[in-house]
């Protein structure tokens, strides 16, 4: 059976909406790629969406190629900006972003810079130069943690 973030990490992408929880959230590796401006309306965003996705499933066929299939993760997003007035002004042209999906923990830096490599010679999309390897291991208190709830 294919590797499956959603189905591994069941705890972080599909909670139980009954209670609050602190839950452990281990060190995850993502493809990432970051930029700024209105989601919705930003041809840089969806050019980044698109590299994404693209360096996802040439790694995954790489991967699969070597004996090792995996899901292609969700897509995820962090969201900030300078000033976080922003938010509750729904000023979406001011805010900045960081698109990521998932990786399995055995897809290293080295098979994401051949899939960017691949993927760019393939699509001629300048983005997919920008996509990156990335691992995020958000702490607190020196544990990493996630507050799930209604």
Not at 15 to 42: H, Y
Not at 46 to 64: D, G, I, N, Q, W
Request: charged share 25%; with cysteine.
């Amino acid at each position: 059976m294919p590797y499956d973030v959603k189905r591994e990490l069941k705890e972080l992408y599909a909670p139980k909406n009954r209670e609050w929880a602190l839950v452990d959230v281990p060190p995850q590796q993502f493809l990432a790629i970051d930029g700024a401006g209105d989601p919705n309306t930003s041809p840089e965003y969806a050019r980044a969406v698109e590299a994404l996705y693209s360096v996802a499933y040439t790694v995954k066929f790489a991967c699969k190629r070597d004996g090792r299939d995996f899901v292609v993760g969700p897509l995820e997003g962090l969201w900030w900006a300078p000033d976080p007035s922003v938010f509750t002004a729904r000023a979406k042209e001011s805010w900045h972003w960081r698109m990521l999906i998932g990786q399995p923990d055995w897809v290293s830096a080295g098979q994401v810079k051949e899939a960017v490599d691949a993927a760019l010679a393939k699509k001629k999309q300048p983005a997919i130069a920008d996509v990156r390897h990335e691992t995020l291991a958000d702490s607190c208190g020196g544990r990493n943690m996630l507050y799930l709830g209604q």
